[in-house]
């Protein structure tokens, strides 16, 4: 029977890092039927259910998978990301103080990016609350990168808009951190090289984003998802290569090409200036995309 799980465990797990989370999801959940003590498999399908927008269920999977194993990084860190989705920024942020307590050297960088953009958000409400509920006012996250409106005569000044970009080996992803937007109310378009964002605001006022990209993309596989808490633009590589920034000139001679079989190299990819999984990845599907984020060996 441990034998059985093991092999489900392996097929789940290379259906996840293929991106095919239904057939992940099923055969995680074989794994765990066939032996339900092994804190891994419930920590790797909490990644699943956060990339298929499951948040109670990657929270449920989180929990249990601590109750098995209370060292279980992977479950800790699933875990902080499962209430920051479900909107609990308290919660997840005393999660990532927790992580980063606990000293892991292979998931330190992933809980302090964590909870850096759970500072953000928290700074965010904060700065809505002190504004009367309202959306404008600068919102500026550790590490993340600000795009300013120019400022039109006889108005208030355009509010700044915080954006985040991470990669995996097969894509790059860029978040936009606007709230209660819908479909109708973002445009995208998408070149080899470039990408283009126009957006009305809830408050009224209009959004634009101009990017010139460092590499080239698959413009026709490009996916934009609108949700309640930020837009999230995916993007596949032309070449699954390490980009060194999201803008600016190709440097093919500085690229690191990420090596096979993947997760394991594309949990180290996200770069977040930040989830998923967004991926774990910060996920926006359900299409398949996700945050990344570090697995313990």
């Given at each position: 029977v441990v034998h059985m799980a093991e092999e489900l465990f392996s097929e789940g797990k290379a259906a996840l890092e293929s991106g095919d989370l239904p057939a992940a999801l099923s055969k995680l959940t074989e794994a765990i039927e066939a032996n339900s003590s092994e804190a891994l498999y419930r920590s790797t399908r909490a990644q699943v259910n956060s990339a298929m927008e499951k948040h109670e269920d990657?929270?449920?999977?989180a929990i249990a998978a601590l109750e098995l194993d209370s060292k279980n990084g992977t479950g800790l860190l699933q875990?902080?990301?499962a209430f920051f989705n479900l909107e609990k920024y308290e919660d997840a942020r005393a999660v990532f103080e927790e992580g980063i307590a606990s000293e892991n050297p292979d998931l330190s960088n992933s809980f302090k990016t964590w909870k850096r953009k759970c500072?953000?958000?928290l700074d965010m409400e904060k700065q809505e609350e002190e504004n009367g509920g309202g959306t404008e006012g600068p919102v500026i996250g550790i590490g993340s990168v600000e795009e300013k409106e120019e400022p039109v005569q006889l108005q208030a000044a355009s509010p700044k808009i915080r954006y985040d970009w991470y990669q995996t080996e097969q894509h790059v992803i860029i978040t936009i951190m606007i709230k209660n937007m819908t479909k109708d109310d973002v445009q995208v378009?998408?070149?080899e090289r470039t990408v283009s964002v126009a957006a009305r605001l809830p408050s009224g006022s209009d959004y634009s984003l101009e990017l010139d990209l460092q590499h080239s993309v698959q413009t026709q596989r490009c996916v934009t998802k609108v949700v309640a808490t930020k837009i999230e633009l995916k993007m596949p590589?032309?070449?699954?290569?390490?980009?060194?920034s999201l803008e600016g000139e190709p440097q093919i001679a500085k690229i690191k090409q990420i090596p096979a079989p993947g997760f394991a190299a594309a949990a180290a990819?996200?770069?977040y200036s930040p989830q998923?999984?967004?991926a774990a990845l910060p996920p926006l599907m359900r299409e398949d995309e996700f945050y990344f984020p570090e697995i313990d060996p």
């Open positions: 990657a929270l449920a999977d875990k902080g990301i500072d953000a958000e378009h998408f070149t590589k032309v070449e699954a290569a390490r980009w060194t990819a996200p770069n998923l999984e967004q």
